[in-house]
């Protein structure tokens, strides 16, 4: 079964400029995930989509990052106008089951973009 | 809010050498808790985890123990090797409802033969 797939895996542009992030989840996973992980730092959830719903987006700084999840499958992630503290790893992640559930449904993640910005 | 403190590293060790990460939480309730593991240039992989008090959870042999009175969960393991080198995260999901994940900042380990 192929994983959480991402791409591009580095990114680097200079600040001011638009840069978007792209993942494909695992088939069949509802729910999916975009997180920020900045340097020595754990992974912080931007926003959770089940299906193509935008259900938790209460962190993302909607003033220049966009995200979509057309037809409930792929995502894109979007900042623009970069800035230099955009600089970190985005993270994407699928897990199989939809909110509301009592139990923790795994989230598997994919190996990230790297972004920096100059 | 929830909260997860781990001790910092990196950790050095040799290998067949004793590995613990310690790890402890802040959250209401009662929430599930977690280690994940980052192998240089992959996602993370969830290593194991434990739901309620006193569970253990296990995996490659790596355990972890639920320890509700010390709102711990400290990563173990009896014999490293060198391919356990990888960022270790500990991590708890909210209880209630839709179960948000708060990770820790991570505890690079590196092995030495």
């Known amino acids: 079964e192929a994983g959480v797939v991402q791409s591009p895996r580095y990114k680097i542009i200079e600040k001011k400029q638009p840069v978007a992030f792209w993942c494909n989840p695992i088939?069949?996973?509802?729910?999916l995930y975009w997180y920020r992980q900045n340097l020595g730092q754990g992974p912080e959830l931007l926003i959770r989509y089940e299906n193509e719903e935008a259900v938790d987006d209460s962190q993302l700084p909607k003033d220049r990052f966009s995200a979509e999840r057309l037809k409930g499958v792929d995502s894109t992630l979007k900042i623009q106008p970069a800035e230099l503290g955009d600089s970190a790893v985005y993270l994407c992640?699928?897990?199989?089951?939809?909110?509301?559930?009592?139990?923790?449904?795994?989230?598997?993640f994919g190996p990230g973009t790297r972004l920096t910005v100059l | 809010g929830d909260s997860v403190t781990q001790m910092e590293g990196p950790v050095t060790l040799s290998e067949e050498a004793c590995l613990t990460i310690n790890c402890t939480y802040t959250a209401t309730g009662y929430p599930s808790l977690f280690w994940y593991v980052q192998y240089p240039g992959e996602g993370l992989q969830l290593l194991l985890k434990?739901?309620?008090?006193?569970d253990k959870g296990s995996n490659k042999g790596f355990e972890a123990t639920y320890r509700k009175e010390t709102t711990s969960f400290h990563l173990e393991k009896g014999s490293v090797q060198v391919s356990d080198s990888a960022v270790y995260f500990c991590?708890?999901?909210?209880?209630?409802?839709?179960?948000?994940?708060?990770f820790g900042t991570g505890t690079k380990l590196q092995v030495i033969p």
């Open positions: 434990a739901t309620k008090a006193d």
């Open positions: 992640a699928s897990s199989p089951e939809a909110s509301g559930r009592s139990m923790y449904n795994e989230q598997f």
């Open positions: 088939s069949g996973h509802n729910t």
């Open positions: 991590a708890l999901a909210s209880s209630g409802g839709y179960q948000k994940v708060t």
